[in-house]
């Protein structure tokens, strides 16, 4: 659904993700800092020769709005599950991964285990085991942010990610 998948390993996924930080010309890039990407975005970030200014956020978002709208160019979040039969993927988030992270930055990179690949909606809800609890907001993805006009003249990144970038974890 236009959205961008890199297979790489899971040692190797956030050397990826640098390496198309810097092919796309980002600047920055938003993420948890307390999250369960962080250890491996810093231990690349702290050893890369001058890499894209990480952004963390451990204020209300009240307090970083305005820069999460006007300067964050790309975030990364974690990816709970991917369904296969609508090429979707769910994101649980959390108070360390707002929402927020996937809905706002021009790029969104999501970082999905194969693991985690599910043939049905109905099938992650059973293997994930969701009867057990839920959090207050589940996200399905199935590409970036796209609206049509009423001539029907379809624009990309109206109301969210112009580009989604999938590093799937083989």
């Given at each position: 659904?236009?959205?961008?998948?890199?297979?790489?390993s899971?040692?190797?996924?956030?050397?990826?993700?640098?390496?198309?930080?810097?092919?796309?010309?980002l600047?920055?890039l938003?993420?948890a800092?307390d999250?369960?990407?962080?250890p491996?975005?810093?231990?690349?970030?702290?050893?890369?020769?001058?890499p894209?200014?990480?952004i963390?956020?451990?204020?209300t978002i009240?307090?970083?709005?305005p820069?999460?709208?006007?300067d964050t160019?790309?975030?990364?979040?974690s990816?709970?599950?991917?369904?296969a039969?609508?090429?979707?993927l769910?994101?649980w988030?959390t108070?360390?991964?707002?929402r927020?992270?996937?809905?706002?930055p021009?790029v969104?990179f999501a970082?999905?285990h194969?693991?985690?690949?599910y043939h049905?909606?109905?099938?992650?809800?059973?293997?994930?085991?969701?009867?057990?609890g839920m959090?207050?907001?589940?996200?399905l993805?199935s590409?970036?942010s796209k609206?049509a006009d009423?001539e029907?003249t379809?624009?990309?990144?109206?109301?969210?990610?112009?580009?989604l970038i999938v590093?799937?974890?083989?």
């Open positions: 659904m236009r959205a961008e998948v890199h297979l790489t899971p040692s190797q996924w956030a050397e990826r993700l640098l390496q198309l930080c810097r092919e796309k010309g600047g920055n938003l993420y800092a999250g369960p990407l962080a491996a975005i810093d231990a690349v970030w702290e050893n890369a020769d001058a894209p200014e990480r963390r956020h451990a204020t009240e307090q970083w709005k820069a999460l709208f006007a160019e790309a975030a990364v979040t990816v709970r599950a991917g369904i039969d609508v090429s979707a769910v994101l988030p108070p360390q991964e707002p927020s992270y996937s809905l706002v021009p969104h970082v999905l194969a693991g985690q690949l049905s909606f109905a099938e992650v809800v059973e293997q994930e085991q969701w009867h057990t959090p207050s907001n589940a996200l993805i590409g970036p609206s009423i029907q379809l624009a990309y990144g109206v109301h969210g990610p112009m580009q590093l799937l974890l083989i």
